[in-house]
């Protein structure tokens, strides 16, 4: 969870200071949504299956990128 925390905040640093091109951030946050997919598919695999509780994690980091200030974040996630 770490590894995967620390590259999500990466991504909004670089999001957030470089302001980078559609093509950039295209290439940048769709294998984004995949690791938090797979990250996902982890926690359903090694968590307790409480009504969903085991990707929570996944899913806020899911909803920070479709719910992003970025337009151009919005629309590639």
């Known amino acids: 969870s770490g590894v995967v925390d ?5 991504l909004w ?8 091109d559609t093509q ?3 290439s940048v946050v769709i294998p984004s949504v995949e690791l938090i ?3 996902a598919e982890c926690l359903a695999l090694h968590g307790s299956s409480v ?7 996944a ?8 719910f ?3 337009e151009a974040v919005r629309t590639s996630s």
């Open 6 to 10: 620390g590259l999500m905040e990466l």
């Open 13 to 20: 640093g670089i999001l957030d200071s470089e302001q980078p």
């Open 24 to 26: 950039t951030i295209n």
């Open 68 to 70: 992003s200030p970025y």
């Open 59 to 66: 899913v806020a980091m899911l909803k920070k990128l479709l």
């Open 51 to 57: 009504s969903g509780q085991s990707v929570a994690p």
């Open 37 to 39: 997919y797979s990250y």
